[in-house]
């Protein structure tokens, strides 16, 4: 006849927190193993895909890993791909572009508007 087992911790459910495998001990009795949920990826916070470079693990080990795995090299390191930080850093840069050229313009618009007036003072 096949052993039965029971759950070795409170929550007497199937539930995605209570998964079990079942173990053979040295004794030779059948035993539940609870295992722990697979980690995920961290995601770049704009596009969503999956960061390169930076350990897959749960939410509480962080805390014990050290900052070479939770962070990369870069500006945005552990939050945002290189993609998504090249996009922002031109982005940037285009939006101060529009600001100098839109002042050029401004000073050619004031520099016309001078001149016509001391044209027509001449006459």
Do not use: D
């Not at 704009?46 to 890993?65: H, K, M, Q, T």
């Amino acid at each position: 006849m096949v052993q039965r087992l029971t759950y070795r911790r409170a929550n007497p459910y199937n539930t995605r927190s209570n998964k079990v495998k079942i173990v053979k001990t040295p004794g030779g009795n059948l035993r539940y193993l609870h295992l722990k949920k697979n980690p995920t990826r961290p995601k770049c916070g704009e596009c969503a895909i999956a960061l390169p470079g930076l350990a897959a693990l749960r939410p509480r080990e962080y805390s014990r890993v050290n900052n070479t795995k939770k962070t990369v090299n870069r500006a945005y390191g552990g939050s945002l791909c290189a993609n998504c930080v090249k996009e922002k850093i031109v982005r940037a840069f285009l939006v101060e572009e529009q600001k100098v050229v839109k002042q050029v313009l401004k000073e050619n618009a004031e520099k016309a508007k001078s001149e016509k007036k001391t044209k027509k003072a001449r006459k």
